[in-house]
């Protein structure tokens, strides 16, 4: 577990990543790692700078970060869970959902997480056990009871579109039912947004560690539900098919993706 003021610590580096993005942004450099997968100087400078800031402060405790290699992890460590940019498609593009997202994974679960989107000034911050927050404010996710009513997020899975004709159709069986669809293009924002009421659910196949591990516990905290699409708690440390949403629709949506 972390204290209150490691965690106001640890806000606080978070925080300071802002004006390091903008001033990294002035410079962008787009380089391509993948189809649809793309790293810039951006997400390097704040991995970097979250690596090196963490480390002083918590010299025991490793990093497990999209922009570099993880390997030999063990389910009996704690470690840092960083997406330094989650949404670099969205930043590349100037559209403003972006976010940086840490989580705190300790002997297989999530004890603590911030998701930072410096565009919005948003900071959503949950410590297990103790509620989650918008930027100092309780939040909790929506009571909405009627799935026909609900807005439901889903991510494309955009690096292996071979699996597309396989997820479309449990999209659309999904999206005939509820009230509408969001793509945002940020999977750690998405469990935010169910977290505070601006969406009921999210789903998405294939999310590494960092694009879900920050935003379980944040969600939790504020009274909603994170699983795989088998309806189990995820590793955190291996890729995982999300569920993400409100209690009252887990039947709704989870029997679509068994
Ligand atoms: C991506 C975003 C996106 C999701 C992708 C993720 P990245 O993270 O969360 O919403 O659809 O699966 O990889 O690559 O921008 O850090
Ligand atoms: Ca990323």
Redo the contacts with the bound molecule.
Sequence with gaps: MISAEEQKKVADLVKQTKDLILKEMDEEEVMIKGAA??VTNV?LAVQNFLKEELGKVFPEISLIA?EKENLGLSKEETYWIL?P???????IRDFHM?AVALGLYEKGEIVFGIVYNPFTDEMFQAAKGEGAYLNGRKIQVSDTPDFGDAVISY?????KKEKARNLFPIFYSIFMKCGDFR??????L?MCYVACGREHGYI?R???P??YSAGTVILREAGGVVKNWKGEEPSYLKNEDILACVPQFEENLLKELL
Excluded: H, M, Q, V
């Design positions: 997968n793309y997400d999209e997406d940019i989650d949404g670099t498609t969205n930043l972006s991510g494309s899975t955009p690096y793509r945002t293009g940020s999977a750690e998405d998405e294939d999310l590494k960092w694009d």
